[in-house]
T-cell receptor, first 115, second 118 residues
Framework: EAGVAQSPRYKIIEKRQSVAFWCNPISGHATLYWYQQILGQGPKLLIQFQNNGVVDDSQLPKDRFSAERLKGVDSTLKIQPAKLEDSAVYLC?????????????FGSGTRLTVV | AQTVTQSQPEMSVQEAETVTLSCTYDTSESDYYLFWYKQPPSRQMILVIRQEAYKQQNATENRFSVNFQKAAKSFSLKISDSQLGDAAMYFCAYLDPFGGTSYGKLTFGQGTILTVHP
């Protein structure tokens, strides 16, 4: 079974620029998550999709972050404009049924550096 | 809101020895799931072990086992016969039950860096 695919692996941008991350979950996984992991900390949930609908975006900074899930499969996370404090690893994960069976399956993440 | 606390920022162990990583959590739910994840420098989050709250028996996976104390809301990970490849950041995580208004949110602790000395 193919894993969760994410791209790009690394991205360096200047503050106030925009950036987008892409995620392709495991086939058949209805639930998709985006997490932000600041260096030395645990991941923090940004947004959770169930199929193509948002079920939790309470910690998403909506003034600069946006996300969508196309046709209930791929997802993109966008930051516009970026701030220095957005430097982090952005992890995408997916699960079959809310993670009960096997937890989540994570991608390798995108390391964003804002300079 | 559920919280997960890992009170040991760093731990070290000699190769072939045993080490225990601590985790406590706070919840008002009775049915939930707990996980330990390993994150090596490659950033890939790897599932180590899972525990269903309704099961009293502690989960084991080869050299990895947990001590689940539901009343105390404690969930520690024991690594036996430590190997150099076990060196990584370890995260304890709590999963909301799926159902009602919950779609399975995973909340992580702050992590424990494990160093294995040869």
């Amino acid at each position: 079974e193919a894993g969760v695919a994410q791209s790009p692996r690394y991205k360096i941008i200047e503050k106030r620029q925009s950036v987008a991350f892409w995620c392709n979950p495991i086939s058949g996984h209805a639930t998709l998550y985006w997490y932000q992991q600041i260096l030395g900390q645990g991941p923090k949930l940004l947004i959770q999709f169930q199929n193509n609908g948002v079920v939790d975006d309470s910690q998403l900074p909506k003034d600069r972050f946006s996300a969508e899930r196309l046709k209930g499969v791929d997802s993109t996370l966008k930051i516009q404009p970026a701030k220095l404090e957005d430097s982090a690893v952005y992890l995408c994960a997916s699960s079959l049924v809310g993670g009960r069976i096997d937890g989540y399956t994570f991608g390798s993440g995108t390391r964003l550096t804002v300079v | 809101a559920q919280t997960v606390t890992q009170s040991q920022p760093e731990m070290s162990v000699q190769e072939a020895e045993t080490v225990t990583l601590s985790c406590t959590y706070d919840t008002s739910e009775s049915d939930y799931y707990l996980f330990w994840y390993k994150q090596p420098p490659s950033r890939q989050m790897i599932l180590v072990i899972r525990q269903e709250a309704y099961k009293q028996q502690n989960a084991t996976e080869n050299r990895f086992s947990v001590n689940f104390q539901k009343a105390a809301k404690s969930f520690s990970l024991k690594i036996s016969d430590s190997q150099l490849g076990d060196a990584a950041m370890y995260f304890c995580a709590y999963l909301d039950p799926f159902g009602g208004t919950s779609y399975g949110k995973l909340t992580f602790g702050q992590g424990t860096i494990l160093t294995v000395h040869p």
